[in-house]
C-alpha cells in the first residue's frame, strides 16, 4: 500500500524563471531530489518527478492529458502527438521508417556540408564561430526542410521565432502575458504551414511531407485536418531542440577541458561522448503530463486523477540514486551513459532521436577533429527558457 507524499510548499525556495536557476538548474533540482523522488508543489498545483525511477515511470504511464486553464494549442486542434492511445500510436507510425538509426544515415552528408560551410566561413573571418546563428540553427533547420521536403522561405528569422515561441507554449511556468504573445506566434505558424501544405498538394515527391499528405487523404491513420498539427510537431521538435543541444554540448566539452583533450585524443570515444552529453546537459529538461485517474508511479508514489506533472528529465539524468557519486560530472567513457532519457521513455519517447544524434556527432567530430586547440572567449551567457535549455549565443574561438 503506497504511502501518501507530504505536499510541500515550496515558494520562495524553487523558482524556475529565476536567473540564478536558469544559469544553474541542476543545484537546484538536485535541493528537490533531496526532499524524495516526488514533491508537491502547492503554491503551483503542480507535481515534480524528480528521481530517475519516478521520471521514467511518470513519461512512461501518465498519459498527456489535458491542460488546466487556456488551450494553448488551439491553433494545432487534433494533434496527434498531443493524444494518447491508438489516436497517437498509429499517425506515430507513419513517420518512424524515415527516422530509424539506418534511414537517418542518407542525410550525414547533407549534414557534413552545412558543418563544412559555416567552419569554412567562421575561419575565413579570422576564426570566431557563433555557434548558435549558425552551425546551431542552419544544421536542423536544413534538415527539416530536407526531410519533409519543403523550400527554404525569405523570413527565416521570423520563422525560427515563430517557431521557438509556439515549442516554448509547453513551458509549464508562463507568465499570462508570455502565454499572450506565444499564442499570437502560433498563430502566424499556423498561417505559414497552412502555405506549405498548399504548395505542397501541387508538388508531391518522395519524401516525408507528400507521404503524410497522401495518408491524411486516404483518410484511415490521418484525417487532412491533422496535416497542420502533425508537421508542426515535427517542425518544432526537431529543430529548437537540437539548436540548444548542439550548444550544450560543445558548452559541456569547454567547460570540462580534460575531457575535451581526452575525445582529441581517442575520436572512437565520440559515439558514447554524444550519449554521456545528452545525460549531462539535456536540452529538454521536463515534459508535462496530466493523469487522467489515478497512477501508481511505484516507490510510494500514486499520482491522483487531475494532478499536472512536471517529469524533470534534467534531474532524473543526474539523480545519484540511479548514477552514483559520479552523477554530476562529465565522464565520456561512463560505461552506460546511454541509459539515460534525454529523449524521453514510454510511447511519446522521441522520434527523432537518431536524427539528433547524428547531428551531434557530425558537430562534435568535425570540431574536434579540425580545431583542437578551440578556446571559448569570456563571454555572459543569456538563459532564456527553463524547459528547452540553452544559451541564446555560444561564441568559439576555432584553433
Ligand atoms: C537533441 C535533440 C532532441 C531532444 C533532446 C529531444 C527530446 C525529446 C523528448 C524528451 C521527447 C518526449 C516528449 C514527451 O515525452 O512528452 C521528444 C518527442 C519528440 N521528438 Fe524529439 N528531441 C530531439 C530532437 C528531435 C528531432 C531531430 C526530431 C525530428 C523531427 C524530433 C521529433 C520528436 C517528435 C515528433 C516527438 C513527439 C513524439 C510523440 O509524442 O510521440 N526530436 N523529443
Redesign the pocket.
Known amino acids: 500500500m503506497a504511502t501518501p507524499l507530504e505536499p510541500v510548499d515550496l515558494v520562495g525556495e524553487f523558482d524556475p524563471t529565476a536567473p540564478e536557476y536558469l544559469a544553474d538548474p541542476y543545484a537546484h533540482l538536485a535541493r528537490l531530489r533531496a526532499q524524495g523522488p516526488c514533491v508537491v508543489d502547492t503554491s503551483r498545483d503542480l507535481w515534480y518527478l524528480v528521481g530517475f525511477d519516478a521520471v521514467e515511470a511518470g513519461?512512461s504511464r501518465i498519459v498527456?492529458g489535458h491542460h488546466r486553464g487556456p488551450d494553448r494549442h488551439v491553433h494545432f486542434p487534433a494533434n496527434p502527438?498531443a493524444a494518447d492511445g491508438p489516436g497517437?500510436t498509429e499517425p506515430?507510425r507513419i513517420?518512424a521508417p524515415t527516422?530509424s538509426n539506418k534511414a537517418v544515415q542518407q542525410f550525414r552528408d547533407r549534414a557534413q556540408e552545412v558543418v563544412d560551410a559555416a567552419l569554412a566561413d567562421a575561419v575565413a573571418g579570422g576564426g570566431e564561430l557563433r555557434l548558435v546563428d549558425t552551425i546551431g540553427f542552419l544544421l536542423?533547420y536544413t534538415?527539416?526542410c530536407d526531410?519533409l521536403g519543403i523550400l527554404d522561405v525569405d523570413n527565416r528569422d521570423e520563422l525560427r521565432a515563430w517557431t521557438w515561441q509556439s515549442l516554448e507554449l509547453i513551458d509549464a511556468f508562463l507568465t499570462p502575458e508570455q502565454m499572450q504573445e506565444y499564442m499570437a506566434s502560433a498563430g502566424l505558424l499556423a498561417q505559414h504551414l497552412h502555405g506549405v501544405i498548399e504548395w505542397k498538394r501541387d508538388h508531391l515527391a518522395d519524401d516525408l511531407l507528400s507521404l503524410i499528405i497522401r495518408t491524411a487523404d486516404a483518410g484511415e491513420v490521418l484525417r487532412p485536418e491533422q496535416v497542420v498539427p502533425y508537421v508542426h510537431?515535427?517542425y518544432l521538435?526537431?529543430m529548437h531542440?537540437?539548436v540548444n543541444?548542439t550548444a550544450l554540448s560543445l558548452l559541456a566539452l569547454m567547460h570540462h577541458r580534460d575531457q575535451w583533450d581526452r575525445l582529441c585524443a581517442q575520436p572512437d570515444l565520440l559515439p558514447n561522448a554524444v550519449e554521456e552529453l545528452?545525460r549531462f546537459e539535456?536540452?529538454?529538461q521536463y515534459?508535462?503530463?496530466t493523469a487522467e485517474e489515478d497512477v501508481d508511479l511505484g516507490g510510494g508514489i500514486v499520482v491522483p486523477t487531475g494532478a499536472e506533472v512536471v517529469?524533470w528529465?534534467a534531474s532524473a539524468d543526474r539523480d545519484e540514486a540511479r548514477w552514483g557519486d559520479t552523477a554530476d560530472m562529465l565522464d565520456l567513457t561512463r560505461a552506460d551513459a546511454k541509459q539515460h532519457?534525454?529523449?524521453?521513455?514510454?510511447?511519446?519517447?522521441?522520434?527523432?532521436?537518431w536524427?539528433?544524434r547524428l547531428?551531434?556527432h557530425v558537430v562534435v567530430e568535425s570540431i574536434v577533429s579540425r580545431f583542437p586547440d578551440t578556446t571559448m572567449p569570456d563571454q555572459e551567457f543569456v538563459w532564456e527558457s527553463n524547459f528547452i535549455r540553452g544559451p541564446e549565443e555560444l561564441v568559439l574561438h576555432l584553433a
Do not use: D
Open positions: 513519461l498527456r502527438f497517437h506515430r513517420i527516422f536542423p534538415l527539416t526531410v510537431t515535427l521538435a526537431g531542440t537540437t543541444q545528452l539535456s536540452t529538454a515534459m508535462k503530463r517529469c528529465i532519457i534525454a529523449f524521453g521513455k514510454g510511447p511519446h519517447v522521441c522520434v527523432g532521436s536524427l539528433a547531428e551531434l
